[in-house]
């Protein structure tokens, strides 16, 4: 019974403590996804939890000046709608920043002039002056509107459609296709033969494969880009090319790779391996046609991660591609309509999304072999 009771409180902990994991992975992508179809004003002033309430905004409206008055009744009246055509109602307005929510709905407030303003709840205003109206400035008028939550997806076609983002959309694809297959093929050969084939110095080398796994990045970046083109000047070969970025992920990738295929590959039943040898079966057909097939698991599992990073890369690409504009990957290109749009919450939003929905596509296609390939060494043979 002992046994039983411990058992079944940690399966409620692990139960638990993947539910909580899988909540603060999912709750910020809900978030991102909510803040990028919300409306631009709604998302500047209050957070995505509260996108199905209705929100209050100060936003300032400036009337039309002299052009836009008419003559009515010996009056001269100027009119509009401070909403412009949006959806809303109005609770106080004003007409100094100092108190913008001195008057009421349906209250006249006066102007310097001696004009008379009148702002309704539902938006429309009137400045009725008995004199004519000569400035050409118009009067602005603040006010406190209660907005029902607003959707919609001009946050996505603002982004969607900004020069060449097409172009970079493609740029990443041919970055990260490569970046990913090529260090997989080296690193399943590299792990066969530190895994199964006896030769001097193994131990070291899988040691340094291990050490290499803390090599930081940015330590690395500059003595590989001094090397790079150091050997491409030597062979005549362009400092910015598509090659350079290749063998860079590459090699940034390879420690990663050889070691978690190497850790799944050592755990493979020792029986198979040795049947096909004595079915004569040289390393090379072993290795295509019986570890290749088997470690699919591990290989998916690192092509996630591969992936993921290559795809989200800007630092690596900038450096080895260019930042110009045939040359920008999506990163650079988003990166680059931020700055140009300051701190816009509603481009950040979309264009995070857009910038995940790749990635996201990769991780759900592959990621029931995402934990197969991880438990290296779990395969039992049968």
Sequence with gaps: MATVSKRSSLTWA???TTLFLVTIWVLPTLGLFVSSIRDKDQISVSGWWTALSSSTQNQIFRAPGADGQVERDGVFVISG???EGTAGKIATFGISSREPKAYQVGE???LRNGAALTV???GSFEIVSTERITSSRGQRIFYEATAPPRFTLENYHEVINAENLGRSFINSLTVTIPATVIPILIAAFAAYALAWMEFPGRALLIAVVVGLLVVPLQMSLIPLLTAYNDIGAFFGVPAKTYLGIWLAHTGFGLPLAIYLLRNYIAGLPREILESARV??????EIFIKVILPLSFPALASFAIFQFLWVWND???AIVFLGAGDDELVLTGRLNNLLGMRGGQWHILAASAFVTILVPLLVFFGLQRYLVRGLLA???KGG
């Design 14 to 16: 692990v139960h638990l």
């Design 81 to 83: 709608n401070v909403l």
């Design 108 to 110: 006249s407030a006066v």
């Design 120 to 122: 309704q709840a539902d």
């Design 279 to 284: 079915d004569g079966a040289t390393d090379f």
């Design 314 to 316: 800007l630092l690596v």
């Design 377 to 379: 060494g779990s395969v």
